[in-house]
C-alpha cells in the first residue's frame, strides 16, 4: 500500500482525482502530511473522503526507537523504527545559523567503505521517499522546532538510491511542504562517478560532498573497494563537472587515520591532486578540505591521527592553497558516529533471539 508522502503535488492530485474526489483536496492535505498531520485528522475532510484515500494509501512516519541526547553540546540521535520494522539513523544538530539534521539513505551500505560502520552487514534495502522526508517530519515533530538544514550523510549512499533521492529532494524543497532551500542542503557520496555527472544535470544547487580520504588510487582503493570502480582521477573529473554545470562549490571529506592516509606526505600529494586537477586556466573552482579524525569503530582496528598529525595536515594544505578545516565533534557523549546506534541495536536482538 502507497504511504501518501510519496507522492509529488501532481502525483498526489492525480490520486485524489482517482477516487473521485475535487483536485482542491490534494492542497488540503499536501501541507498538512509534511508538518506530520495525517489526513485522518484533518477536521475539513469528511469521513467518507478520508475512508476513500485510505482504501489504497497509507500516512504513518517512522517511530522513535531510540533517542540520545547529548549533556555537551544538545545534539541528539534518534533511531527510528520503520513501518517494517528495519532501524535508520538521524542525528539533530545545532548551530548558531539554525538545526540542521543528518538523515540516512538506505538501510545499511554496500559500499563497503573499511572505516564506516554503516557497511558491516551489507545493505537491506533502499529507503522511500516517505521514509527520507519521514525522518526529518518526526525528528521536528519530536523537538517542537523547525529544521532548516539537511545532511544527507548518514546510513548509505545517496546516490546508490538516486531515484528517490531525486525525487525527495525535489519534494523538500516544495513551498507547500518543508520549504528546506537547496542551498541549505548537502549531499555525501563515496563518488558513484556516472550518478555526479546525472545529479549535475538536475541543476539543484545543493552541496556536494566528496568522501575522499585519500589521493592516490593505492591508498583509496585499500579502504574504499569504490575506487576500483572510478580511480581518484576519474572523480576528480566528474566534481570539475559538477562545479562547472551547477557553480556549486564541492566540499572534500577526509577522515584521517593513524598511520593510513595522514603523514605530511599525504598531505603533500593531496594537495598536489587536487590543484593540478581542479585548478585550470579555465576553473576558478574553490577547494575545502574537511578533515574528520576517524571514529572508532568496534569491529575495526583503525585508530584517529594525534592533534599534532592532523594540525600539520591541515598546515600542509592550507600552505599550498586549499582551504582545510577540522570538523568539530558533536555529540561526543552519545556515540553520534553514524552506524554505531543500528549496530547496537541489531546485536540487542540478534542476542534476544538466541536466547
Known amino acids: 500500500m502507497q504511504n501518501l508522502l510519496n507522492f509529488t503535488y501532481e502525483e498526489l492530485e492525480s490520486y485524489i482525482l482517482s477516487i473521485g474526489e475535487a483536485k482542491f483536496r490534494a492542497k488540503q492535505i499536501f501541507a498538512p502530511m509534511h508538518k506530520g498531520i495525517s489526513p485522518a485528522s484533518l477536521t475539513n475532510l469528511s469521513a467518507k473522503t478520508k475512508e476513500k484515500i485510505f482504501e489504497n494509501a497509507k500516512y504513518s512516519l517512522p517511530r522513535v526507537r531510540r533517542k540520545l541526547v547529548s549533556a555537551i553540546d544538545g545534539t541528539v540521535k534518534y533511531l527510528f523504527e520503520l513501518d517494517d520494522g528495519n532501524c535508520v539513523e538521524s542525528v539533530v544538530m545545532k548551530y548558531e545559523h539554525g538545526t540542521t539534521i543528518c538523515i540516512s539513505s538506505q538501510i545499511g551500505c554496500r559500499m563497503g567503505c573499511a572505516f564506516c560502520a554503516s557497511t558491516i552487514g551489507g545493505k537491506v534495502r533502499d529507503l522511500e521517499v516517505c521514509e527520507l522526508l519521514g525522518q526529518i517530519i518526526a525528528a521536528q515533530n519530536d523537538l517542537g522546532e523547525?529544521?532548516?538544514?539537511?545532511?544527507?550523510?548518514?546510513?548509505?549512499?545517496?546516490?546508490?538510491?538516486?531515484?528517490?533521492?531525486?525525487?525527495?529532494?525535489?519534494?523538500?524543497?516544495?513551498?507547500?511542504?518543508?520549504?528546506?532551500?537547496?542551498?541549505?542542503?548537502?549531499?555525501?557520496?563515496?563518488?558513484?562517478?556516472?550518478?555526479?555527472?546525472?545529479?549535475?544535470?538536475?541543476?539543484?544547487?545543493?552541496?556536494?560532498?566528496?568522501?575522499?580520504?585519500?589521493?592516490?588510487?593505492?591508498?583509496?582503493?585499500?579502504?574504499?573497494?569504490?575506487?576500483?570502480?572510478?580511480?581518484?582521477?576519474?572523480?576528480?573529473?566528474?566534481?570539475?563537472?559538477?562545479?562547472?554545470?551547477?557553480?556549486?562549490?564541492?566540499?572534500?571529506?577526509?577522515?584521517?587515520?593513524?598511520?593510513?592516509?595522514?603523514?605530511?606526505?599525504?598531505?603533500?600529494?593531496?594537495?598536489?591532486?587536487?590543484?593540478?586537477?581542479?585548478?585550470?586556466?579555465?576553473?576558478?573552482?574553490?577547494?575545502?578540505?574537511?578533515?574528520?579524525?576517524?571514529?572508532?569503530?568496534?569491529?575495526?582496528?583503525?585508530?584517529?591521527?594525534?592533534?599534532?598529525?592532523?594540525?600539520?595536515?591541515?598546515?600542509?594544505?592550507?600552505?599550498?592553497?586549499?582551504?582545510?578545516?577540522?570538523?568539530?565533534?558533536?555529540?561526543?557523549?552519545?556515540?553520534?558516529?553514524?552506524?554505531?546506534?543500528?549496530?547496537?541495536?541489531?546485536?540487542?536482538e540478534q542476542s534476544i533471539e538466541r536466547e
Open 146 to 348: 523547525r529544521i532548516d538544514g539537511i545532511v544527507m550523510m548518514g546510513i548509505g549512499e545517496p546516490l546508490d538510491n538516486y531515484d528517490n533521492v531525486v525525487k525527495f529532494l525535489r519534494l523538500v524543497g516544495h513551498k507547500e511542504g518543508l520549504n528546506i532551500g537547496y542551498r541549505h542542503i548537502s549531499l555525501s557520496t563515496c563518488g558513484l562517478v556516472d550518478k555526479i555527472y546525472k545529479l549535475a544535470e538536475e541543476d539543484f544547487q545543493i552541496t556536494l560532498s566528496i568522501s575522499l580520504h585519500a589521493s592516490s588510487d593505492e591508498i583509496r582503493s585499500k579502504i574504499m573497494p569504490v575506487n576500483k570502480r572510478w580511480g581518484v582521477d576519474e572523480l576528480l573529473d566528474a566534481c570539475k563537472a559538477y562545479f562547472d554545470k551547477t557553480g556549486r562549490r564541492i566540499s572534500f571529506e577526509y577522515t584521517l587515520i593513524a598511520g593510513e592516509n595522514d603523514s605530511e606526505e599525504n598531505a603533500l600529494a593531496l594537495a598536489k591532486k587536487l590543484n593540478s586537477k581542479l585548478r585550470t586556466k579555465t576553473s576558478t573552482m574553490p577547494i575545502h578540505v574537511n578533515l574528520i579524525p576517524v571514529n572508532p569503530v568496534k569491529e575495526r582496528d583503525f585508530k584517529k591521527s594525534g592533534k599534532a598529525e592532523i594540525k600539520k595536515f591541515a598546515q600542509v594544505l592550507e600552505q599550498k592553497g586549499i582551504r582545510a578545516t577540522v570538523r568539530r565533534t558533536l555529540g561526543a557523549d552519545i556515540n553520534a558516529s553514524c552506524g554505531q546506534l543500528r549496530r547496537d541495536e541489531m546485536k540487542k
